[in-house]
């Protein structure tokens, strides 16, 4: 019980030994003395808070806020002394904002928690008692054998037993982890793989001893301990016998593993950060603001107690007549009264600090995160997924974000190969209708004959059918039953059989091309390799493979043909291709590579090697030399190929293409223009990542690609990066692009972090390839922490992506083919990379403005409401007398002037969507936190403090020393110069938010002028009548008397015209003699211009027709059917998403929709 509750707040104890052993099947020894090793649950946990931990945690973590701290403080000190306010201003408000924030959070937890049950709760089964059990993927324990089938993903670190291969062999693809998605093969032990049913493996005795978990993908070490009949025999396991969580099973049935690492334990789970608060930019502005406000009514609590003991040396103000002290007043501690003072004017002054900000922003950043999800144009029609919010705090670093850090697989790709052309013996070929048609011709030849490929073209056919690691899946066995044919098509092969597994989908996209084309790849059996070549078979023995590597750049095989000759086939790049070439159409094939290359596709070159006998005897002896050298094998090797891959003859090229998703390069681009560096991590190798960056734009063919690969060692690696420095600087016109390497990346991470950051930060775009996750996760740390400090973005679909995007400001997760961990910890999911451009230009664009205008209104809006607070009390000998009266104390952010600006902040466009888009440029003007500059912050509080002194002494000049303001000759009291002070300040401050606003909808109109009727209609009924629940009534009549006086109603037009004028005239000046940008870009915004009655930012518009959104619907249902006048509408030949239904932007509609 003990131990549950320890895991349930999270301090469950680390390991205490260096090792783990596993009993498989859980058969622990049946001696007494031994103790279980206890592990982790299979439970995967993305949440921040339990049921149990979430009170106290939520409430530290809200405490941390300066204003929350700070009120908390003012309440005690409220309860503690005696003081001029009630407790309940400060506890109602506080109170107030914390259960809604709390709410809020708990609300996005409880998502989160949703997430991981879908997880948790997914049905496995386990061989438990001798027999197959179904039950949830959270149940299973370490030493439980699982069974997985075919296309499942594994639920644990498993070492595999068995499978349903004689051999124990699987095939997995592990795309959700690295990136990768070529098929890799796994092993299990000899003793292991009979064991292939449930009897069997109940009846195994073995004992796993391995490492205890660590994050490295790659490696694993343990050994196994088999016992048969008495005998103990021992076996190795490595990463070749460990298949991961969240990898795939392939092109095989079923296998049986037994759990060694579970849950949170697992190297998937491992390689996630641990989940901090992400805190924004602008929360950061406003902590530092608000320590400042703090230095404000110090100073002001200060200078007031001061003033008030300087004032009260005299005599005759010390203890008049009708004040006179009690016998404990007099006899009571000097320093602890002057404490007790400046206590009291401190919560006099409090409000100065707006508590209610922390709760505005919240439900601000709450309802706008709808918007997001509402957007049509995040929406993915063919996977019928919208964009969704995970965390709402952040949205308005979507403004900000001045570095993208990008997985490449599934998130630029689509993850799909296509062949498109060749190139054989000279001669460009294009694939039409599954034949070869040379360049230059159409397919004339009837529909379902062959053509008749011979020499070259078949040769180099048969090369790409044969050189490469492919694997077969027979999906359909059965279908050969009963005498059918499965070659009876026109290209003599069927696909309903069949399946391909390549170790990369180049290698699958070109070996389906020939299948297509007529020859068939259809068995692979040992050394044996068959073709079915136009319907008539042909095998081959496969008498050696060359293995890929990244020095030679090339992989071949050597095969005997059915005639009984010896060929090799090479493929490879064309810079390791064509210079040991001697026959062949070189120059042109080179040309035809050229051409492919600046298409986008991923090229390859074939050529091959026939060989005599003797030349073969000689081949075969220098391999098998190499083979078995003990020492230096790999260098021995080295030679071996090279002596073998000579004197070839140039078959012909590939030009395969990676489908990008859709708007990728236009996506790139816009975030080019707006001032975002793009940089691509990827697991994948060099040259595929290169050939993709070029292929959607991140590298230009003008660039100038620089390189820093396979470095070795820190000076060599230091020794490179200078060079490349030097290269730079004396290329000042040419833009640089630098490609690096995760082996690479770690000696310069380590020793030359600062040399490498000015590399890169010369660079218009960098990839990084063959990165692990956590790599990923350590060059954002490095960007992130970097002096600049500039707010970084990662985006990824895959578990290999968490690190990274839980480690950058804003991490968004892509809704791809691999699986959901990128969603599920990300902050920001869509369906496709093209939405980022939407999500960032316009999305976030509005969210920065309307939360950057908030909190400096904010600020200003308090200033105004304390300030004649302060300068009351040098004319009441500080006295602490208040100038409000409680209830407006209270109320004031609360009701008066709080709706104006939530609404404000949620629907407010400085620029409309569709301009936004067309100008990315636009993004610049607001970088940089630009908003929320201490320039701009000054300017507000001076800006209140100037209102605050207008309000103040505008009032004191009208009422003046004996001023009477009534017909009758009475005299107004000081609660009704409050309330007349208080009047003008409401009003002003609403009014001043109305010249803020640019984008009016019937919403605003309705809480700006609602507000200032409400704060007349409440006046009137709580100074109207005598309320029995209250002890005292100061405000009794005092505001409809100050109503009946028209000198007062003249003062409050004069004081609210007196404060207004002047920042009208200055928008005007500066908006004609020294426009910025972003207004000049509103003058093509020209329908925002119009009258508009209808909530138009909350309705969706496609093609002339109206939808309008869940609170579109709702708002409809309240005001009855929306109309606008004019016919809104936006060209649809803008260079940037020209069909825009987004929920922000409006196509032509009719009076009668909404």
């Not at 296998?255 to 924004?280: D, H, P």
């Not at 040379?438 to 040769?459: A, R, V």
């Not at 790999?634 to 078959?651: G, P, T």
């Not at 990008?660 to 790139?668: A, G, H, R």
Request: charged residues 20%; neutral net charge.
């Amino acid at each position: 019980m003990l131990r549950w509750i320890r895991q349930q707040l999270g301090f469950d104890p680390p390991h205490q030994s260096d090792t783990r052993t596993v009993y498989v099947a859980n058969r622990f020894p049946q001696h007494g003395h031994y103790v279980p090793q206890r592990f982790a649950d299979n439970r995967i946990i993305s949440s921040k808070y339990t049921i149990w931990n979430f009170v106290p945690k939520n409430l530290f973590e809200q405490f941390r806020r300066i204003a929350n701290f700070y009120f908390l403080i003012i309440f005690l000190v409220q309860l503690m002394i005696d003081t001029p306010t009630s407790p309940v201003t400060s506890g109602l408000p506080l109170f107030f904002v914390i259960t809604v924030t709390a709410i809020k959070q708990g609300y996005e937890d409880w998502l989160r928690h949703k997430a991981d049950n879908e997880v948790n709760g997914a049905p496995v089964f386990v061989v438990r008692s001798g027999s197959l059990v179904q039950t949830r993927s959270k149940n299973i324990r370490v030493g439980d054998i699982v069974r997985v089938a075919k296309d499942e993903t594994f639920p644990a670190d498993l070492a595999l037993l068995s499978s349903d291969r004689a051999d124990g062999t699987c095939h997995i693809t592990t795309a959700s982890l690295d990136g990768e998605t070529n098929l890799k093969t796994h092993f299990s032990v000899a003793e292991t793989a009979v064991c292939q049913l449930v009897s069997q493996l109940e009846a195994l005795q073995a004992v796993v001893e391995c490492q205890q978990p660590e994050a490295d993908l790659y490696r694993f070490v343990g050994r196994i301990t088999v016992t048969q009949q008495g005998e103990e025999i021992v076996r190795p396991l490595g990463p070749e016998s460990l298949l991961l969580r969240g990898a795939r099973l392939k092109n095989t049935k079923e296998i049986f593993g037994v759990a060694i690492y579970t849950g949170m334990e697992s190297k998937m789970a491992l390689n996630y950060k641990c989940k901090s608060q992400k805190r924004s930019a602008v929360e950061k502005s406003m902590n530092t603001f608000l320590l400042i406000y703090l230095g404000i009514l110090l100073f002001e609590a200060v200078l007031s107690t001061i003033l008030k003991y300087a004032w009260q040396a005299e005599d005759k103000w010390d203890e008049p007549f009708y004040n006179q002290k009690t016998e404990q007043e007099r006899n009571s501690s000097p320093i602890l009264k002057f404490i007790s003072d400046f206590l009291a004017f401190l919560v006099l002054y409090n409000f100065i600090i707006p508590i209610s900000l922390y709760v505005t922003v919240e439900m601000q950043k709450f309802l706008g995160s709808f918007f997001i999800g509402w957007d049509l144009d995040l929406y993915h029609e063919e996977s019928d997924q919208k964009a969704q919010v995970n965390t709402s705090d952040l949205n308005e670093e979507l403004g900000q974000v001045e570095y993208v850090f990008t997985d490449k697989t599934g998130t630029l790709t689509e993850n799909e190969m296509h062949f498109r052309e060749c190139s054989i013996n000279g001669v460009k070929y294009r694939e039409v209708n599954g034949k070869l048609v040379p360049e230059g011709m159409t397919d004339d030849s009837p529909d379902g004959s062959t053509p008749q490929l011979i020499g070259e073209e078949l040769l180099f056919l048969k090369a790409v059918s044969l050189c490469h690691t492919v694997q077969i899946s027979y999906d359909q066995p059965d279908c050969l039953v009963g005498g059918g044919d499965p070659f009876s098509h026109a290209n003599g092969f069927s696909s309903n059989n069949m399946e391909y597994y390549a170790s990369s989908p180049d290698e699958k996209a070109l070996v389906e091309a020939t299948k297509r084309i007529g020859v068939a790849f259809t068995r692979s059996s040992g050394d044996t390799l068959e073709l079915k070549t136009f319907g008539k078979s042909e095998k081959f023995k496969l008498l050696h493979l060359l293995e890929f590597d990244a020095d030679r750049r090339r992989m071949s095989v050597i095969l005997q043909t059915p005639s009984g000759g010896k060929v090799l086939f090479t493929k490879g790049a064309e810079s390791a291709i064509l210079p040991f070439s001697t026959s062949g159409e070189i120059e042109k094939t080179r040309l035809h590579v050229d051409e492919f290359a600046l298409k986008g596709l991923r090229t390859l070159v074939v050529a091959c090697r026939h060989f005599s006998p003797e030349e073969y005897i000689d081949v075969d002896k220098h391999l098998n030399a190499a083979r078995t050298a003990l020492q230096q094998r790999e260098e021995k090797l080295q030679e071996a190929f090279s002596y073998i891959e000579r004197d070839l003859q140039l078959l012909g090229a590939t030009g395969v293409e990676d489908k990008l998703q859709d708007k990728v390069q236009e996506t790139i681009e816009a975030l080019r223009l707006a001032g975002i560096k793009v940089w691509v991590l990827t697991g994948d190798k060099h040259e595929t990542a290169v050939s993709v960056s070029l292929s959607c734009g991140h590298f230009h063919r003008t660039m100038n690609i620089l390189e820093l690969l396979q470095q070795r060692s820190d000076n060599e690696c230091a020794e490179q990066l200078r060079r490349l420095a030097r290269r730079i600087k004396e290329d000042h016109v040419i833009q640089h692009g630098l490609v690096v390497d995760g082996a690479s990346l770690s000696l310069a991470l380590r020793e030359h972090e600062k040399l490498f950051m000015e590399v890169c930060k010369n660079c218009s775009a960098v990839l990084c390839c063959r990165m692990a996750p956590l790599q990923k996760a350590k060059v954002v740390r490095l960007f992130k922490t970097s002096p600049e400090k500039p707010i970084t973005l990662a985006i990824g679909d895959g578990a290999n992506d968490v690190s990274m995007i839980q480690e950058a400001h804003v991490g968004i997760g892509i809704m791809g083919k691999e699986g959901r961990q990128a969603v599920r910890n990300s902050d920001y999911a869509i369906a496709r990379f093209k939405f980022l451009a939407k999500l960032l230009l316009v999305h976030g664009h509005f969210y920065y403005i309307r939360i950057a205008t908030l909190v400096q209104y904010f600020f200003y809006k308090n200033v105004c409401f304390i300030t004649p607070q302060f300068l009351y009390q040098f004319f009441c000998l500080f006295s602490q007398q208040t100038l409000y009266d409680s209830v407006y104390l209270t109320l004031y952010n609360i009701c008066f002037t709080s709706l104006p600006i939530l609404v404000y902040s949620l629907f407010e466009q400085l620029i409309h969507p569709h301009v936004l888009q067309s100008k990315p440029g636009l993004y610049r003007d607001i970088s940089k936190n630009s908003m929320l500059s201490f320039r701009t912050f000054l300017y507000w509080t001076l800006l209140g403090f100037c209102h605050a002194f207008i309000f103040f002494f505008g009032s004191y000049i009208l009422m003046g020393e004996d001023t009477t303001l009534m017909g009758n000759g009475q005299m107004f009291g000081n609660w009704t110069f409050g309330t007349l002070v208080f009047t003008v300040m409401v009003i002003t401050v609403t009014l001043k938010l109305a010249l803020e606003t640019h984008f009016w909808t019937w919403m605003n109109h309705f809480v700006t002028w609602g507000s200032i009727a409400f704060y007349f209609i409440f006046s009137l009924f709580y100074g109207g009548i005598i309320w029995p629940f209250l002890h005292t009534q100061d405000m009794y009549f005092v505001f409809v008397q100050l109503l009946s006086s028209g000198s007062a109603w003249f003062a409050i037009i004069i004081i609210i015209i007196t404060c207004l004028f002047p920042d009208m005239v200055k928008k005007v000046f500066y908006r004609h003699l020294q426009p910025t940008s972003t207004q000049k870009s509103q003058s093509l915004s020209t329908p925002q211009t119009q009258a508009l009655s209808c909530v138009e930012s909350l309705c969706c518009y496609q093609n002339g027709q109206s939808g309008c959104s869940r609170l579109g619907g709702l708002l409809e249902q309240i005001a009855g059917r929306c109309q606008t006048s004019g016919n809104r509408s936006w060209s649809d030949t803008e260079n940037f998403y020209s069909n825009d239904r987004s929920i922000l932007t409006l196509s032509p509609i009719e009076a009668t929709h909404c």
